[in-house]
């Protein structure tokens, strides 16, 4: 079994480090860790450091000794981001949680004109503190020390410009009316950045994938089922990690 990840704000480059707060409450209480075993410190962008535990103090302190040498892990090539169309209830939540355990790197929240969530105020800002905090334990969970960015939600406008600056615009599309291409076999770039659109449950508008489409997008399809907008992101991410070598 791989070590447990802990967040911290600054991996520590000395021989011994204290976790405290929500992180050493969940080390000591939660997962009940003990001295002598493994643990990795991340500060969620990359960096890293394995350290051995030398005690759990109290219900929220843990001492981390013998830190090897900070790491840090390299950018990933090509770098994959999901643009995510608004679900219903906590499938948006969930979405975010098994794209992030596939290896999705970001993840941006879209307000397509078929969603029927509608991000607005401070409900809004809750349901992005939502996502950002589901990130990060997914994160953690599958042991990763370069969690995804979780962005500010986009418009249609917003989106269509993002999409222009991608290597591969990609709006996933299961009418083959419209043209859509198998992703299976599309031809990937080996650095850059990829740009998967997912769309409401009742799909992209006519007028959305013109936009994106006006902007180098193009429509692909992932096989004969039709999958719902909070899974598709996740099956997609798979295909294209195992696709690109990111998996090998």
Excluded: N
């Excluded at 291409?181 to 409401?200: F, Q």
Aim: aromatic share 4%; hydrophobic share 45%; proline share 4%.
């Amino acid at each position: 079994m791989t070590a447990p990840v802990f967040v911290v704000d600054v991996v520590p480059g000395g021989p011994e480090f204290v976790l405290d707060g929500s992180e050493g409450r969940h080390a000591v209480s939660v997962k009940r860790l003990r001295a002598g075993e493994d643990v990795v410190l991340t500060d969620g962008h990359g960096r890293w450091a394995a350290g051995v535990v030398k005690a759990a103090e109290g219900k929220d302190r843990l001492v981390v000794t013998d830190i090897a040498e900070v790491r840090e892990e390299a950018e990933p090539a090509p770098r994959i981001t999901v643009v995510q169309a608004l679900p219903k209830g906590d499938r948006g939540e969930l979405a975010v949680e098994t794209m992030t355990e596939t290896g999705v790197d970001e993840i941006v929240p879209w307000a397509a004109s078929r969603c029927i969530t509608q991000w607005k105020g401070e409900r809004g800002l809750k349901a992005l503190g939502k996502w950002r905090a589901t990130a990060r334990e997914a994160g953690k969970q599958s042991r990763r020390v370069r969690f995804p960015r979780v962005a500010d939600a986009m418009t249609t406008k917003q989106v269509a410009a993002f999409l222009a600056k991608a290597d591969l615009g990609v709006v996933l599309h299961e009418d083959r009316g419209y043209g859509s291409e198998a992703l299976a076999v599309a031809e990937l770039p080996s650095s850059g950045r990829i740009v998967l659109v997912v769309g409401p449950e009742g799909g992209v508008s006519p007028e959305e994938l013109e936009a994106f489409a006006q902007a180098g997008a193009r429509a692909f399809r992932l096989g004969r089922s039709v999958l719902r907008t909070s899974t598709a992101g996740t099956a997609a991410v798979a295909l294209l990690l195992g696709r690109t070598g990111r998996w090998s």
